[in-house]
């Protein structure tokens, strides 16, 4: 019995073939003989095909490179948009003042920069001039490309390292060489003075730390109240009785809020006649020139008639004076002493000569310190306040 088993099955492949063809032949025939009842079975030789394990790791890898070019671009526009809010000058800013403090948020505590950046906009920025060359190199070239007089004027203003500070404060509050001291401890320490430093600046410094008492020879007196040291709280509490304790004085309340309508009524006064004052300038005309006149220079509250070859531009003090004063134009703090000289050349045409420190715009054409520019008819002047200039020769 055993041995018939076994030989049936161990049979052929051609044998086993044929019985699955009479086995569906016997199925068909069944179904025929059953009158068409019974539905027949649906087969299909196609095989499924699946995925193999390859193809999966393919697509998968190719799915992860694009999220990750696209995390990539997402982060360089990113880093464009925040780059294009940073000036070559605040560059040269943060790294001038890095240098020298080695701290972020000294940085962003003292240095000045055009825009008011935050601390974590400051790290960023740092971080990508040091590690990200598609930031770095084209930042390092606009620096590059900056006028000399900027490069001179950040490096002037840069902060203090510790070292400068320490050998500042070592200098006596009681000196009154002038800058004589300063010129010489500034040429006996030259290696620990950045090179932008000078005498004036490193005496405004002085001067600074000298009226918040941070010299080595000052001391802040503590605040005794009896025989114990009275603390931050006590002294508060103790300002806070005072002013309780204080009298209310009415009569001078009310004084003080009869001055303040008075001021008010005088401000409000002289507002309704600024248009008036405003007319008269604005109504000048070529009928204001004479044979002496040569030019007329109009600001927006102010009129000058130029009647010699040579005229000065700038800011008047008790001990220097120029012809035309921008002070009386408004604030004139930024506006240097002697800013600009005015001449009229012999062929007729004015020339401009920039005196002062900062860049004058004639036009909106910037000429900086030493530089020479020429007006025309109706030429804008700009010094921080804007003036217009007429020339008699072109309007008679």
Known sequence: MADELESNVSGSPGDAQGNETDASKHSEAAVQEGGGNRQPIRSSTRSIKRKRFADEVIESSIGSLQAGRQMKRTRIDDLMSAASRWLPTDDLTLITAVQQTNDLQAVHTGATFSTPFSLSDIQERW???????????????????????????????ALLSKEEEKLLANIPATTSDGLKTFETLLESHAGVFHTGRTARSLQNHWK????????????????????????????EEQLEKVEQLTPYQDTLEQELSAMDRQEKRTIRRLESELPKWQALVDGSSAAEFDSQTLAILKGRLVRYLMRSQEITVGRSTQSQSVDVDLSLEGPATKVSRRQATIKLKPDGEFLVSNEGKRPLYIDGRPVISGDKGKLRHNSVFEVTDQIEVSHGSLCL
């Open 127 to 157: 971080y990508a001039l040091l590690y990200d060359p598609v930031i770095s190199r084209p930042a390092v070239g606009a620096i590059k490309e900056l006028h000399p007089e900027q490069v001179v004027e950040i490096h002037s203003n």
């Open 208 to 235: 600074m730390m000298k009226w918040h008492r941070l010299l080595a020879d000052q001391k802040v007196q503590p605040l005794y109240h009896g025989d114990t040291l009275l603390s931050f709280s006590d002294a």
